[in-house]
């Protein structure tokens, strides 16, 4: 399956990327864009592998205890909805 990033998505991982490195470093960023693509191939292979989202047909991969990956399943892709902090408010 094809995967796709909604515009919010791709702004907000961006936003996690450098706020890792502005407070971590560029390794610890690196980590986590691995880790990441890690879960999406898993997604592709398994695209139920994460649990439902508190949004109908949403949902929920927890890839570190600050982040997390909102995803939708489509006919012929996976589209990316957003990357959050787990300590935010957000209605996921």
Same mark, same amino acid.
């Given at each position: 399956m094809l995967i796709i990033w909604a515009p919010v998505a791709e702004i907000n991982y961006n =936003? +996690?990327?450098?706020?890792? &490195?502005?407070?971590?470093? #560029?390794?610890?960023?690196?980590?986590?864009? =691995? =880790?990441? *693509?890690?879960?999406?191939?898993?997604? #592709? *292979? *398994?695209?139920? +592998?994460?649990?439902?989202?508190n949004i109908t047909n949403f949902r929920k991969c927890v890839i570190t205890s600050q982040s997390s990956l909102i995803y939708r399943?489509? =006919?012929?892709? &996976?589209?990316? +909805?957003?990357?959050i902090s787990n300590y935010s408010q957000h209605k996921y």
């Open positions: =936003k +996690i990327l450098r706020y890792i &490195i502005k407070n971590w470093s #560029v390794n610890a960023a690196i980590e986590f864009d =691995k =880790k990441t *693509n890690v879960f999406l191939s898993h997604i #592709v *292979n *398994n695209n139920k +592998i994460c649990p439902k989202s399943i489509n =006919k012929s892709s &996976i589209e990316i +909805i957003d990357v």
